[in-house]
Nanobody
Framework: QVQLVESGGGLVQPGGSLRLSCAAS????????MSWYRQAPGKERELVAD????????YHLDSVKGRFTISRDNAKNTVYLQMNSLKPEDTAVYYC?????????????WGQGTQVTVSS
């Protein structure tokens, strides 16, 4: 069955770094665009970063540009989010998403989320 398993979250001080990983299984990873979303308490889920199937096309939310970097390794079926210079406002549950649209059919999968807390 389809699985997206996030890891790498935790508690970090402001200015610190974390690397999130999302290991995928149960589908053809290299044919899916991958994204990281986050949801802070009382706020809507927002798109943080997105990467195309070959990794050459990326998007990063303005507030994380220059600090976060999304990447993928299709040989390992894994997508990463390198987070540097973390700020308290980056505190949220981070979710991995896989999506593919072929004609009228859309496949959309989500991980269970990993908590990132930035606090001194």
């Amino acid at each position: 069955q389809v699985q997206l398993v996030e890891s790498g979250g935790g508690l970090v001080q402001p200015g610190g770094s974390l690397r999130l990983s999302c290991a995928a299984s149960g589908f053809i990873f290299s044919t899916f665009a991958m994204s990281w979303y986050r949801q802070a308490p009382g706020k809507e889920r927002e798109l943080v970063a997105d990467i195309g199937v070959a990794g050459g096309s990326t998007y990063h939310l303005d507030s994380v540009k220059g600090r976060f970097t999304i990447s993928r390794d299709n040989a390992k079926n894994t997508v990463y989010l390198q987070m540097n210079s973390l700020k308290p406002e980056d505190t949220a549950v981070y979710y991995c998403n896989a999506r593919r649209t072929r004609g009228l059919k859309m496949n959309d999968y989500w991980g269970q989320g990993t908590q990132v807390t930035v606090s001194s």
